[in-house]
C-alpha cells in the first residue's frame, strides 16, 4: 500500500486557520476510524496531536481538531500561533495490520 | 509515564545487519495490557514510516515493504524492544524512532528521541 497524501506545505497569519488534508483509499482512512495525527518541531520526535480521527489526548489545545469525509482526514489549527509551526504527518490503520503515515506537511506561520 | 531510549550503532556498514534497542522506564513492558511496541524510521529529510510492532507476548506486526528483513523482538527481563534489519543499503539511513501503539486506539502515544543511524562504507 502507498503512504497516505498530504499536501507538502500550508501556511497561515497569526490568528488565522489552517487546514491541513490527508488522503487515503478505501483500505485505510475510508475504511476505518483510526487516523491520527503528530507534530514534529525540527529535531524533535513526534507527539500526538488528533487520534480517532477527531479526538485530543489531554494537554493538546481546542485549537487542534480532526474530521473525516470518505477517504480525506482533515487537521484543522485554529488561531494559528507561532509555536504552531512544525512538520505535521497523518496516519492511518490499514488492511492486514498495516500502518501508513502520510508524507509531512510544513506549517509555517508567517 | 512511560520513557524510552534507543541506543545502538551509529554507522552500519552496507550489506551487513542494523540493530538497535529500546530501554523501556518507568513501567514494566508486560504492565501496558494494550500497548505494543514499535519502531518508526524517518530518512533524512523525509517522511514517517512505520517499521513493525510487537506485544510483550512476542506477538509481532511488520511493514510489509520490509518484512523480509526486519525482525522485532521483546525481553522483557531487561525491559526491552530491539529491531535488526539485515542487508542494509543506503536507503536504510535515517533516525529509527521507537514508541509505543494502542492496540485500541491504534496510534502513536510515546516516542524516544530518536538515534541516527547511518549506513555507509
Known sequence: QSALTQPPSASGSPGQSVTISCTGTNSDIGTYNYVSWYQQPPGKAPKLMIYEDRKRPSGVPDRFSGSKSGNTASLTVSGLQAEDEADYYCMSYADNNNLLFGGGTKLTVL | ?121
Open chain 2, 1 to 121: 509515564q512511560v520513557q524510552l531510549q534507543e541506543s545502538g550503532p551509529g554507522l552500519v556498514k552496507p550489506s551487513e545487519t542494523l540493530s538497535l534497542t529500546c530501554t523501556v522506564s518507568g513501567d514494566s513492558i508486560t504492565n501496558r495490557d494494550t500497548f505494543f511496541w514499535s519502531w518508526i524510521r524517518q530518512s533524512p529529510g523525509k517522511g514517517l514510516e512505520w517499521v513493525a510492532n510487537i506485544y510483550y507476548t512476542g506477538t509481532s506486526y511488520y511493514n510489509p515493504s520490509l518484512k523480509s528483513r526486519v525482525t522485532i523482538s521483546v525481553d522483557t527481563s531487561k525491559n526491552q524492544f530491539s529491531l535488526t534489519l539485515t542487508s542494509v543499503t543506503a536507503t536504510d539511513t535515517a533516525v529509527y524512532f521507537c514508541a509505543t501503539y494502542s492496540g485500541s486506539r491504534r496510534n502513536f502515544d510515546y516516542w524516544g528521541q530518536g538515534s541516527l543511524v547511518t549506513v555507509s562504507s
